[in-house]
C-alpha cells in the first residue's frame, strides 16, 4: 500500500523568493530501451568501495546489501552527465543510505562534494520530528526537499527513477514524481557554498551507507548524451566571449583603487590607451582567446560584475602561468606546477593553494567553475573540488589584493591575467545570482 498524502513541500531558496516546488505527480515511467544494467546480480565487479564501515556492502539474493552496522561509499566505476538512472530498493525500519549521483570518487559526504538523493524510511519514529523538509526521501539532501507520500511500507521493494538532464533533477517513486526542480534556482548562498559538489557537470553513481540495512537491485542507466558546442552558453549562463572576436573585452587602465582616484578625462584617456595595448596582445585563434604578448597586459570584461557562478576552459603550456581575476582582483591561479591550479594565490590570511592537483597535462584544456558569493569563494577545476572550507562546509574568503585593509569589493570585472606566457581560454559563461 502506498502512503499518499499529496504533500506539497516548497523551500524559500533566496530573498527574492523563488520557489523550488515537488508535488506527488503520477507520470508513466516508459520502457527499458536503451538502458544498461550496473550490477550483474552476483558480485561487486566494477563497484569500488571506499571508507568501509563494518561489513561494508554484499551481495545477497541478488541485491546489493548495505549490512546493518555498516557501510561505507559504493561507487561504479563509470561516470555519467546526463542520465537516468533507475534501481529497486528495500528498506527496514529506520533505514538511512543514500544514491550518490554526479560524485567524486571518494570518501566523505557527497551530500557536499557531489549530489546525494536522500534514501530513508523517513516515517521511523527515531527520527520523530527532527527532519528537515530537505531530508525526506528523494530529496537532494541538504538542497531541494521531496514531496512525501510514494514511499512503500519498509519490507517492500520500491521502484525509483533520477533523471539528471544538465541543471534539471527529477525523482520518481513508484510512479509519482515527488521532485523535479533546476538546480539554478537554488540561490540561497549558505546553501551554495556547502553543496558546491552539486553543480559538478559529471561523475559516479552508488550508494552511501549510514550503518543501516538497504538493499538495491535492478540497477540501471541510460545515458543521455548530449554535444557540447564551443562558446555556446549552457541554459542559465550568458556567454562572454562569442568565439569570433573580443567584443565585450577591454583594456585594463588600472587597478580598481587607482581607476576610483581618475577623473573621467584621465579615465578616457587610460581607456583608450589600454584597449590599444589589449588589441596587440590578445588575439582570437582557433575560438578562443589567446595572449600572444610578453608582458602583464590583462583583458578584462566590459561589464562589472557580483555574485556568480563562472565558468571557463584554459589551457596552458609547460613553464605557463596565468589567472583569473574576481571583480577587479587578483586571483584564481592558473599554472603548470605540481601544486595545481585554483588556488587563491594572493590570499594572506586565508587558504591560498589548492586542496589536491586537478590540473590536466600542459597542452590540454582544463575546466574551472567559480561560485563567489559576498566574499567567499569555491573553485572546482576539470570537475575537482580544489578551493573550499571542509571544515566550515562554506566557501574561502578572497581578499582584496589591492587594499588589504579592506574586504573585496562588491562589484568589478572579470579579467583573464596576462603572465608573459601564451595562454588560451573559451567557454567563457557567467551566471549571475541574486
Known sequence: MIRLKGVVNTILVGAGCALLTTSCTTVPQGGDEGFVSLFDGKSLDGWTLLGQKGGGYVVEDGAIVCTQGGGGNLFHERQFADFVLRLEFKLKPGSNNGIAIRAPKDVGSMAYKGMEIQTLDHFHERYGDRLKPFQYHGSVYGVIPAATGALKPVGEWNEQEIRCEGRQITVRLNG?????????????HETLLAHPGMLREAGHVGFLGHNDWVAYRNIRVKELPKARIDNLAPEGFKALFNGRD??????????????????????AEKQVAADAV????????????????????????EMDYGNVELVADWKL??????????????????????EGSGGLYNN?????????????????????????????VTVQLNDELVVWDPKKRT?????????????????????????QHPVHFKNIYVRQIP
Do not use: C
Not at 509519482?176 to 540561497?188: E, F, R
Not at 590570511?349 to 590536466?360: E, G, P, V, W, Y
Not at 588589504?404 to 562588491?410: C, E, G, M
Open 395 to 419: 566557501g574561502v574568503t578572497f581578499e582584496n589584493y589591492w587594499e588589504r585593509d579592506k574586504p573585496i569589493y562588491d562589484w568589478g570585472p572579470i579579467e583573464l591575467q596576462a603572465h
Open 278 to 301: 589589449a588589441a596587440t596582445n590578445w588575439v582570437v585563434l582557433d575560438g578562443a582567446i589567446t595572449h600572444i604578448g610578453k608582458e602583464f597586459h590583462n583583458l578584462a570584461t
Open 317 to 338: 603550456y609547460d613553464g605557463g602561468d596565468s589567472g583569473i581575476y574576481l571583480r577587479g582582483s587578483p586571483q584564481v591561479n592558473l599554472w603548470t606546477v605540481p
Open 348 to 376: 594572506k590570511q586565508n587558504l591560498n593553494t589548492a586542496l589536491k592537483r586537478a590540473d590536466r597535462f600542459p597542452g590540454s584544456w582544463n575546466r574551472l567553475r567559480i561560485v563567489m558569493l559576498g566574499d567567499k
Open 246 to 267: 573580443l567584443t565585450g573585452w577591454r583594456g585594463v587602465p588600472g587597478s580598481p583603487p587607482e581607476v576610483a582616484r581618475m577623473s573621467i578625462t584621465e579615465w
Open 176 to 188: 509519482a514524481v515527488i521532485l523535479d526542480a533546476n538546480l539554478n534556482d537554488v540561490i540561497d
